[in-house]
């Protein structure tokens, strides 16, 4: 009996395991980063610009064929990749796409010292 407890308890820990994500692959310098169950594909555009104020801003578009409730993060890097400190995106965000349609995020960054930037996106 004991072993078939633990046993149980291996499979369910087991199955707990991190959120896996694998860069979109046609993005610009792996800068968005897709939970493994979603597809690929949801990310249709990615633009950046550096503004008149010299800040670092990205447009992404996403699109789904289903209604599809998300959570997005993002964090800005530094000319060396660290990442600088981020009180307003520092959480993840709920978004919903729906169906065939497209849902823009758009994002300044907070600093000048912005070189880079990565995109998380989870299912909810």
Same mark, same amino acid.
């Given at each position: 009996?004991? /072993?078939?407890?633990?046993?149980?308890?291996?499979?369910?820990? %087991?199955?707990? $395991? $991190?959120?896996? /994500?694998?860069?979109? *692959?046609?993005?610009?310098? @792996?800068?968005?980063?897709?939970? %493994?169950?979603? *597809?690929? @594909?949801?990310?249709? !555009?990615?633009?950046?610009?550096?503004?008149?104020? $010299?800040?670092? +801003?990205?447009?992404?578009?996403?699109? %789904? %064929?289903? !209604?599809?409730?998300?959570?997005?993060?993002?964090?800005?890097?530094?000319?060396? $990749?660290? +990442?600088? *400190?981020?009180?307003?995106? @520092?959480? /993840?965000?709920?978004?919903?796409?729906?169906? !065939?349609? @497209?849902?823009?995020?758009?994002?300044?960054?907070?600093?000048?010292?912005?070189?880079?930037?990565?995109? /998380?996106?989870?299912?909810?």
């Amino acid at each position: 009996m004991r /072993y078939v407890f633990l046993l149980a308890c291996i499979l369910f820990f %087991s199955a707990c $395991g $991190g959120v896996t /994500y694998t860069p979109a *692959p046609h993005t610009k310098h @792996d800068r968005v980063f897709i939970d %493994s169950s979603l *597809p690929k @594909d949801i990310v249709k !555009n990615l633009r950046e610009i550096k503004n008149l104020n $010299g800040l670092l +801003e990205f447009d992404l578009i996403l699109r %789904s %064929s289903t !209604n599809r409730d998300i959570i997005y993060k993002v964090t800005w890097l530094d000319e060396n $990749g660290l +990442e600088l *400190p981020n009180v307003i995106d @520092d959480e /993840y965000r709920t978004i919903r796409i729906l169906a !065939n349609k @497209d849902k823009r995020i758009k994002k300044v960054a907070q600093h000048k010292s912005a070189k880079d930037f990565k995109i /998380y996106i989870q299912r909810k």
